[in-house]
C-alpha cells in the first residue's frame, strides 16, 4: 500500500473537524449548564490580533476543503460566512465533513 498525499491529509482533515464539531457541543452543553450565552464564543478572540473564533471555523473547513479539492481536482464547495452561532458553526463543520466523504481518492 502506497501513502499518497490523499490518504496523508483527508483523515487528518476528518479527524481534526470532528474534533472541532464535538468541542463546539460541549461548548454548547457548558453555556447551558452554567447559564452565559453561548454567543460570546462565537466572537471570542484569544489574543487582540486574532481573528474571532467563529473565522477561526471558517479557515478551519475552508483549508479541509480546498486542500482536498485541489488533490482531486475538484471545485470546492462555496459556503458564505453567515453563521453566527455555535449550532451554525456545527453545521458548517458538518456540510464540510459531507463533502470531505464525498472525495475520491
Same mark, same amino acid.
Given at each position: 500500500?502506497? !501513502?499518497?498525499?490523499?490518504?496523508?491529509?483527508? $483523515?487528518?482533515? @476528518? %479527524? #481534526?473537524?470532528?474534533?472541532?464539531?464535538?468541542?463546539?457541543?460541549?461548548? @454548547?452543553?457548558?453555556?447551558?449548564?452554567?447559564?452565559?450565552? $453561548?454567543?460570546?464564543?462565537?466572537?471570542?478572540?484569544?489574543?487582540?490580533?486574532?481573528?474571532?473564533?467563529?473565522?477561526?471555523?471558517? !479557515?478551519? +473547513?475552508?483549508? #479541509?476543503?480546498? +486542500? *482536498? #479539492?485541489?488533490?482531486?481536482?475538484?471545485?470546492? $464547495?462555496?459556503?458564505?460566512?453567515?453563521? %453566527?452561532?455555535?449550532?451554525?458553526?456545527?453545521?458548517? !463543520?458538518?456540510?464540510?465533513?459531507?463533502? *470531505?466523504?464525498?472525495? $475520491?481518492?
Amino acid at each position: 500500500m502506497s !501513502i499518497t498525499l490523499f490518504s496523508a491529509s483527508q $483523515p487528518v482533515f @476528518r %479527524n #481534526a473537524l470532528t474534533n472541532l464539531h464535538h468541542l463546539l457541543e460541549k461548548a @454548547r452543553a457548558d453555556a447551558a449548564t452554567r447559564g452565559y450565552d $453561548p454567543q460570546v464564543l462565537v466572537s471570542y478572540r484569544l489574543a487582540p490580533d486574532m481573528l474571532p473564533f467563529k473565522s477561526q471555523v471558517f !479557515i478551519a +473547513c475552508d483549508a #479541509a476543503k480546498l +486542500c *482536498l #479539492a485541489r488533490l482531486g481536482g475538484l471545485d470546492a $464547495p462555496k459556503f458564505d460566512d453567515t453563521e %453566527n452561532t455555535l449550532e451554525e458553526l456545527q453545521g458548517r !463543520i458538518q456540510k464540510t465533513l459531507d463533502w *470531505l466523504a464525498t472525495v $475520491p481518492a
